[in-house]
């Protein structure tokens, strides 16, 4: 049984890595991806301050963290929300904003984020919450098809930057929650990398998505 949830880990990492190629072609990436300016992208950061903090660290636990993000995710995601490929009421009044932004702005803004570190989250210490999102997050759920989250964002919530896979470590409980609901309910759908979170999410009772989301809460390394 070891070996075959071993094996079913493995090749759960190796279909989402085949989804993330395919994602990728479906939008305008640099070539190679060089990084972004992080001095200018500090210049073009005033409108989003005000929700994620001025060094990316959000107060609010429905507002993401941005601060540590790798820079491929968020290019990504800005790039959805500026096109309206990606929804969010919060985001609404600022998307006008993105839509005056070229794609090198949107990269260092994104670079801009990534420079900063992402402040370490408290988990609730309710011994049965703990177990139950340390299980799901490293080993996953054969029975209900629930790979380990491991598998992409990595054994410390560090994600995946090469793979554009976010790190998830520290990040607020209130926006995991939401975010995995949203995939459940296929309220987020941007590319292949979103019907992937789909399948998974929509196995994921609502007792299993706080026990996730408190225990990347508290992910650190």
């Known amino acids: 049984m070891k070996y075959f949830l071993i094996f079913f880990i493995f090749l759960g990492s190796i279909n989402f890595l085949f989804a993330a190629e395919e994602s990728s072609k479906k939008i305008e990436l640099p070539d190679n991806f060089v990084s972004g300016d992080s001095e200018r992208g500090s210049q073009l950061v005033e409108s989003c301050s005000a929700c994620h903090g001025t060094d990316g660290n959000s107060i609010s636990s429905d507002w993401p963290k941005l601060a540590g993000q790798n820079q491929k995710y968020l290019y990504e995601q800005l790039q959805y929300f500026k096109d309206g490929v990606r929804m969010n009421a919060l985001m609404m009044s600022v998307t006008p904003y993105l839509q005056t932004l070229d794609n090198e702005d949107l990269l260092d803004i994104a670079a801009f984020y990534s420079n900063y570190e992402t402040s370490v989250g408290q988990a609730k210490n309710d011994e049965e919450l703990l177990n139950v999102g340390t299980q799901l997050y490293r080993f996953g759920n054969m029975k209900k098809g629930i790979p380990a989250c491991t598998s992409c964002h990595a054994v410390y919530g560090q994600g995946n930057s090469l793979a554009g896979f976010p790190a998830v470590a ?17 309220e987020r759908n941007t590319g292949e990398l979103s019907e992937m979170m789909q399948s998974i999410a929509q196995n994921l009772s609502d007792d299993e998505i706080d026990a996730l989301a408190n225990y990347m809460h508290g992910l650190y390394q």
């Open 170 to 186: 520290g990040q607020q409980i209130g926006y995991l929650t939401s975010t995995l609901k949203a995939y459940r309910s296929k």
